[in-house]
């Protein structure tokens, strides 16, 4: 049996995020992939044993990437204003930088390897931000609330601007491009509500 070729690795990986993305779980097949990545089906199968184990290798190893950017010089002993401020720096570099995976995983996020995959990726970023919030609390800067709740108001916003930066339209159908501007004048208002 042949060993893995890595650079094939990459090519595959690439190719299943791009084709889950446009197509979605129903148009996506290993035989599509394989064409997309001009190699013969039977090479995917020496990576991987069928399309769940693709999907979900994959998941995790692009969810586990993803969460260990948006971590980067994040200290959950900081500040609240501090922390959350380095939450939506890295969560923004993360998701512009990397469209095609921050779509992939949100697709994930709907599907039956939710739970597998977020939960293989939440071992080192719960406790941290779980650390983060707890701190806040301790040090009066924000009221005990659910995580719900707290990531509606902390990162919704952001995440609803980057989808129209990437849509490249506002949600009234108008040209949008996201700025420092609009991102930092979001920030304040989300930092507002969460203070006490």
Not at 96 to 113: D, G, K, M, T
Request: with cysteine.
């Amino acid at each position: 049996m042949r060993g893995r070729d890595l650079n094939k690795v990459d090519l595959v990986k690439l190719n299943a995020m791009e084709l889950l993305v446009r197509t979605g779980f129903e148009g996506f097949t290993m035989n599509k992939l394989a064409k997309e990545c001009k190699i013969s089906v039977a090479t995917l199968y020496i990576y991987y044993k069928d399309k769940d184990d693709l999907i979900l290798q994959i998941g995790m190893e692009e969810g586990k990437r993803m969460s260990d950017i948006m971590l980067e010089n994040f200290d959950p002993e900081v500040s609240f204003e501090e922390g959350l401020r380095q939450q939506w720096k890295n969560r923004a570099k993360c998701m512009l930088e990397n469209p095609v995976s921050a779509r992939f995983l949100e697709l994930l996020r709907s599907s039956s390897y939710q739970e597998q995959i977020f939960n293989c990726i939440a071992g080192n970023f719960k406790p941290t931000l779980g650390k983060f919030m707890h701190n806040a609390i301790n040090r009066g800067e924000i009221n005990p609330m659910s995580l719900d709740v707290y990531w509606s108001v902390a990162f919704a916003p952001l995440y609803n601007l980057i989808r129209f930066h990437n849509e490249k339209r506002s949600i009234a159908g108008q040209a949008f491009v996201l700025t420092d501007k609009v991102l930092w004048e979001t920030f304040g208002l989300v930092l507002k509500a969460l203070r006490k």
